[in-house]
């Protein structure tokens, strides 16, 4: 059996919430876990959404990179 191990170099993850407290915990969290994997954030795109019941919608995307790259 040959077991081979990679670095994880970029990764992208997609958040929503209902409010800005929440998305902002959700992706904190993630931040946390991805500090052990040794990524950092390299961007965060944001967008807030109107639905038709008048309540905003917010959702997020985060691109981690491996640090030093």
Known sequence: MHFQM?????????FEGDNLKTLEKRI??????????LLTVHSVSHQTTLLENGRMYYTAVVHFKMKGK
């Open 6 to 14: 990679e670095m994880i170099e970029d990764k992208v993850e997609f």
């Open 28 to 37: 904190h969290e993630q931040i946390e876990i991805n500090k052990a994997i």
